[in-house]
């Protein structure tokens, strides 16, 4: 397997590669061990060395990259920001930053509503330079300040407004892509006659055509029966939106596709109007499972968006210096609130709106309290405290962190109340708990369960855990992922999820774009176990450093470089954060890369 022939790269073979590399890219080539280590990991549970990084300056040379890693049979991942949570951006491969020079806006056109793009564009950047024109790109991660247009469209990236704009696949119009075998191609709608002199043609270009048709259209009544009824399904490959051939789009193979079938290079995305005004209601409920059972109630008034957070958020974002603040709209102690969005052309609109879903909520004694927020100070308090809380969620001292391996489901909205009260108790039954937050107007929550990976105990119960919210998840009709993307955590139950004969034509699908197996192979299908390639593990151990500071409340120095998810807030542009990442746009000069350098250092896998 090609993934093996990558782990096989060391010593001389390594720099013979990369001079190769020197002499056909004119941008970065990065295979020393300080890079490496920094490219081992994104914001997973996982760690897994590449054989060396390209930054590429152009797409000649992300060309040049593709093409020694085919002559070379290793493995290629293309990586934008690196927040992704289920391991697809990490691998034993020649990773293509896109991320540092790829990044720019290259056409608007606000009349027709599209832009065409860079995939190392972050989405907030890109948003920034779309305000004047009145319109931005919908889909809208917690991690927009640092997530890119690229990643989006390898995870089938959601947010908070799905309800109203859906998953990337929506806004993802066109892409220019690069084909394992080095084919330039550009995929888009095609006329029936376009179609059909592609179905006709020879080439890896024509194979895919033919491929994807006869693999999608020989399984309709499978994927039919297979695929969960749900909007949030981010699970598995794109097949049903080829059941028909019209439309027939390529690009919707590649949304959500995880850097395994190809490389994109230039994307043409779909623009919507801001919204002109807009308000929030924050409803109060005694716990998670009431707020879950209110969320029909609440889709009724069509809102733009409904968040949940629960009572640990809260309890966290009152101990913070930095959020407590933040929380003066609260009334008495909810154990979880639902913060609820209406988009509107007036405040008129939008009181009525507010008030209608108040009275609604109250007379049926759905929540206890109803707190209408319609000035933009008050609403970004909201805002920072979902969206700030989250961090403070992950800096759990010790070494059971909340960590990311079930933290993706979706159901049916309808479904979330007792879906919520099944999850819970296997939770508990572990002997441990979970904070809740999440996209609950679409049935997504994010659930991360504390779990220490350094001892077996704890990564058996992990994997327990996993097993048994699978089956919740199928009882329920739901999808494992529903916007983060299979990676491997995931990707390791997409059988158990799609049965075996979708599982065979996602394998079909792979081995037609990718017929030498080398486009991040290993994520989606075809995993390595679960509990293989992990950042920590029972055989993790880091060297105690004596320190004049007092590092106790995280154990010690380690502890406290051990904090570092991976998120990559610490990548962001904007704001206050890292001037001399912002200055360099270098992984090794954010804090995630410091820390992950001093946490290779400190367990003796740098010198
Ligand atoms: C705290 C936190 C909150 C999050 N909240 C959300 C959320 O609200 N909604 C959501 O949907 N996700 C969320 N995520 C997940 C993640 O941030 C998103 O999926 C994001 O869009 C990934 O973007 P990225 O630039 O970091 O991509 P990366 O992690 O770098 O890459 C993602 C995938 O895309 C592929 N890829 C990258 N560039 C290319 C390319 N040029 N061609 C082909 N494939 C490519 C990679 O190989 C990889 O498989 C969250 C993550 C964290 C850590
Ligand atoms: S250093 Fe902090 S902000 Fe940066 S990735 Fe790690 S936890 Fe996130």
Redo the contacts with the bound molecule.
């Keep these: 397997m090609a993934s093996t022939a990558a782990t096989r790269i060391h010593g001389k073979e390594r720099e013979e590669l990369a001079d190769i590399l020197r002499k056909r890219v004119s941008g970065e080539v990065r295979f020393d061990p300080f890079s490496r280590v920094l490219y081992s990991t994104?914001?997973s549970i996982y760690q897994m060395e590449p054989v060396g990084v390209v930054i590429p300056q152009n797409v000649d040379d992300v060309l040049a990259a593709m093409e020694v890693a085919r002559e070379n049979n290793i493995p290629l991942?293309?990586?934008?920001?690196?927040?992704?949570?289920a391991g697809?951006?990490v691998n034993h491969a020649i990773v293509?930053d896109?991320?540092k020079n790829l990044n720019q806006v290259l056409e608007v056109n606000s009349e027709e509503g599209w832009a065409r793009v860079q995939?190392?564009i972050v989405l907030d950047q890109l948003n920034r330079e779309l305000a004047p024109h009145g319109m931005m790109y919908a889909?809208?991660?917690?991690?927009s300040s640092?997530?890119?247009v690229?990643?989006?469209?390898?995870?089938n990236?959601?947010?908070?407004h799905s309800v109203i704009y859906g998953k990337s696949l929506d806004h993802i119009l066109e892409v220019d892509a690069i084909l394992a075998d080095g084919t330039q191609t550009h995929f888009r709608n095609m006329e029936a006659h376009e179609l059909e002199a592609k179905l006709s043609g020879t080439g890896l270009e024509s194979d895919i055509y033919r491929g994807v048709r006869n693999i999608s259209q020989g399984n309709i009544a499978e994927i039919k029966a297979r695929y969960p009824n749900i909007m949030r399904r981010v699970s598995g490959y794109n097949l049903d939106e080829f059941l028909t051939d019209d439309p027939f789009n390529l690009t919707k193979m590649?949304v959500g596709?995880?850097?395994?079938l190809?490389?994109?290079?230039e994307a043409k995305v779909n623009l919507v109007p801001r919204p002109t005004m807009t308000a929030l209601s924050i409803l109060h409920f005694s716990d998670i499972v009431q707020a879950s059972e209110a969320i029909v109630e609440v889709l009724r008034h069509e809102p733009s968006s409904i968040e949940v957070m629960d009572n640990i958020l809260l309890q966290r974002s009152r101990e913070s210096l930095g959020h407590s603040g933040d929380l003066s709209f609260i009334q008495g102690d909810p154990g979880a609130l639902l913060a609820v969005e209406f988009y509107g052309e007036s405040e008129g609109e939008l009181v009525s709106k507010t008030n209608t879903l108040k009275r609604d909520i109250e007379g049926k004694g759905l929540a206890y309290a109803c707190v209408n927020i319609l000035d933009r100070p008050g609403q970004n308090r909201v805002w920072n405290l979902r969206k700030g809380g989250?961090?403070l969620l992950?800096s759990v001292h010790g070494d059971a962190k909340p960590l990311?391996f079930v933290e993706d489901t979706a159901v049916d909205p309808e479904t979330l109340g007792p879906f919520v009260k099944r999850f819970d108790e296997i939770v508990r039954n572990h002997g441990t708990e979970a904070a809740y937050y999440g996209?609950a107007s679409v049935g997504c929550l994010?659930i991360r369960p504390l779990v220490s990976l350094k001892s077996s105990e704890g990564v058996a119960t992990m994997v327990s855990i996993a097993d048994e919210i699978s089956d919740l998840v199928k009882e329920y009709g739901g999808s494992l992922s529903g916007?983060?993307?299979d990676?491997i955590v995931r990707g390791v139950y997409t059988e158990k999820m799609f049965g075996p004969e979708i599982y065979q034509a996602f394998q079909e699908l792979k081995r037609t774009f990718d017929p030498q197996g080398i486009m991040?192979p290993g994520?989606i299908i075809n995993c390595p176990p679960m509990t293989e390639n992990l950042r920590y593990g029972p055989d993790y151990h880091a060297q105690t450093i004596p320190a004049k500071l007092d590092f106790s409340i995280d154990t010690d120095f380690a502890g406290a470089v051990e904090m570092c998810?991976?998120?990559?807030a610490c990548r962001k542009l904007e704001g206050t954060m890292c001037p001399s990442y912002m200055a360099t746009k270098d992984e090794e000069h954010s804090t995630r890369g410091r820390a992950n350098l001093l946490r290779a250092a400190m367990s003796g896998r740098l010198p």
Excluded at 139 to 143: A, G, K, Q, S
Excluded at 150 to 155: K, M, T, V, Y
Excluded at 257 to 260: H, V
Aim: net charge negative; glycine share 22%; aromatic share 2%.
């Design positions: 994104d914001a991942l293309p990586r934008a920001g690196g927040t992704s949570l697809q951006t293509i896109f991320s995939p190392g889909p809208d991660p917690t991690t640092r997530a890119c690229g990643g989006g469209i390898g995870n990236t959601c947010g908070a590649v596709s995880e850097g395994t190809c490389v994109v290079t989250l961090g992950m990311p996209h994010h916007e983060h993307g990676g991040n994520k998810n991976g998120m990559g």
